[in-house]
Nanobody, 116 residues
């Protein structure tokens, strides 16, 4: 499974961004796609996830501000981020869970910078 994240950039506080995660390869093995982030000086954390039943989960400050979803192309997962603030500044990664403990495949990250 290969994952390609895109959509990061520079945005002002209160702004929005939409990240995309395009999966290719053995995508039929994928059970869950998760968006994670690693902020400067902090550990990587899970932000949101979506499974094959389109059940979503959000962690921490993402609740109420971020939305993870698929559109017609089931191999692309989006993360709509609204009301961004400087604490959201991080490298965002998407990852795929194919059934083993934890996330098994990771894409290269995309940088999100929120200016105050």
């Amino acid at each position: 499974v290969q994952l390609q994240a895109s959509g990061g950039g520079l945005v002002q506080t209160g702004g929005s961004l939409r990240l995309s995660c395009a999966a290719s390869g053995s995508t039929s093995r994928v059970n869950v796609i998760g968006w994670h982030r690693r902020a400067p000086g902090k550990q990587r954390e899970l932000v949101a996830s979506i499974n094959n039943s389109v059940t979503t989960e959000y962690r921490g400050s993402a609740k109420g501000r971020f939305t993870i979803f698929r559109e017609n192309d089931e191999n692309t997962v989006y993360l709509q981020m609204n009301s961004l603030n400087p604490e959201d500044t991080a490298v965002y990664f998407c990852a795929a869970d194919v059934g083993y403990p934890g996330y098994d495949y990771w894409g290269k990250g995309t940088l999100v910078t929120v200016s105050s």
